[in-house]
């Protein structure tokens, strides 16, 4: 059985991606932040992915340290087998003006959303090598792709995740490893929860299908990029924003 390794997967976009996982036929490894809150949901998603037939165990980390993401690898590892697809969804926002930005808002969100794709990819691919194959989604965003007032922090993480994407892919490509990445538009989910009506509304009259995306919608995306139907597809960008900017 192929295993699949979904970080920051306790809710959201990563808690789908890990039932649509499960229901693809992979086993399934979910990442949550270490504190009990945390826990008890990803316990909840393992619970359902596991209903939908698949071995799923859950593995506390912060992805933003680099010794938690090599000893969660190996963890899985030892548990499953193997390790053939990677997820790095986890990611959070500290939003404000750049002028009004603390050094402290800006270093998290780096080490949270980018640093952190380094931190798992080093020990995923190690181990994919020596499996000859794997496939890596890795979790950008429109803000990476275009820019967004209030996002300084998280628009550079995200631009930075697809430069390490298609560095990844060019890296590992001759040894039948893929990367690619997604840039979801606004999804409804608690990251996007807390957004003002009014910042929603200026993010909507730009958004060509006139509504928010579902987490399903990215979910089916990542099945794509990690399955065998996107063989020849590595280094990409997959927007999905239902058309926020062409
Ligand atoms: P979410 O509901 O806040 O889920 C993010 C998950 O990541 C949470 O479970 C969170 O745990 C976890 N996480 C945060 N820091 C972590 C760490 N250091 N180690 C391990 N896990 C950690 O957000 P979402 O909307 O599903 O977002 C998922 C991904 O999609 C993120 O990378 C986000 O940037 C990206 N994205 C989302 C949207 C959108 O519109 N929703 C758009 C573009 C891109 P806690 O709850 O404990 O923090």
Known sequence: MAVALITGASQGIGECIAKRLAKDGYDIAI?????ENDRAKAVKVAEACSELGARAEIFPADVSDFTQCADMVKAVKDAFGSLDALVNNAGITKDTLLTL???????????????????????????????KKGAIVNMASVAGLYGNPGQINYAASKAAIIGMTKTAAKEVGARNIRVNAVAPGLIKTPMTDVLTDEQKGKIFERIALKRFGEVEEIASVVSFLLSDSASYITGQTIEISGGLEM
Do not use: C, G, R
Request: net charge positive.
């Open 101 to 131: 930005m603390s050094e402290e808002q800006y270093d998290q969100v780096i080490a949270v959303n980018q640093k952190s794709v380094f931190n798992m990819m080093k020990p995923a691919i190690k181990l994919m090598m020596k499996q």
């Open 31 to 35: 990442n949550y932040y270490p504190t």
